[in-house]
């Protein structure tokens, strides 16, 4: 890693937290060791059953890959770092690595009638990371760390996107006590929003 770039250290470790994470979606998914398989037909009906399982997992790789883009694409407007910077992304990369554990939860839940905590606590994660988002550009702004007037111009997208993602999660999350599964409709929809976004968005 070249010494000339100041963050390249950053960049390295936030690489290998990303990659945990996205490793550590797929060990739930698995055929429960209790369950008995003595026919294709079995077999069949327990892959079925984890489907749900399967789709969480699919949604989860994919927030967290459009979080590693974002996370990368920030990373390249900046050249520089301070604490406040640091800290920041420590906090969002918290968030990274807790995404598994409501991944769990919906996959096990969301098709019964106990599916509104796992659904509240998916987006409620979501939402988190979505403040640190907002704790991580304001940094690079407040602290002048971007490195041209462009990349400046882009963090403050990137501050006015991360409050639209805290209102929009946060509302998700209150409202998954009462529509659990029509809220992980919409917050499959939503990425899928931020997937688009983040392809049109030109960053330096």
Not at 62 to 73: A, D, K, R
Not at 84 to 104: C, E
Not at 194 to 203: M, Q, V
Request: with cysteine; hydrophobic share 55%.
């Amino acid at each position: 890693m070249s010494e000339s770039n100041p963050n390249s250290r950053l960049e390295a470790f936030c690489d290998g937290v990303f990659a945990i994470a996205l490793t550590l979606l797929i060990i739930d998914i698995k055929i429960p060791s209790d369950v008995k398989i003595n026919s294709t037909n079995d077999l069949w009906m327990t892959l079925w059953k984890i489907v749900p399982s399967m789709v969480a997992f699919v949604l989860s790789f994919i927030i967290i890959l459009i979080t590693w883009v974002n996370h990368h694409e920030s990373l390249k407007l900046v050249n520089k770092s301070s604490p406040y910077f640091l800290y920041s992304n420590g906090l969002l990369l918290l968030t990274i690595v807790f995404i598994p554990f409501p991944t769990s939860l919906i996959g096990e839940f969301i098709l019964t009638d106990h599916a509104a905590p796992a659904v509240f606590f998916y987006n409620a994660i979501i939402a988190a990371q979505s403040i640190a988002w907002i704790l991580l550009s304001g940094a690079a702004i407040k602290n002048k760390l971007t490195k041209s007037e462009r990349a400046n111009s882009l963090m403050h997208i990137n501050h006015r996107n991360g409050y639209y993602s805290f209102l929009i999660y946060s509302l998700l999350a209150i409202l998954a006590f009462w529509f659990p599964f029509t809220v992980a409709i919409v917050t499959t929809c939503t990425w899928i929003f931020w997937l688009i976004l983040g392809i049109s968005l030109k960053h330096e």
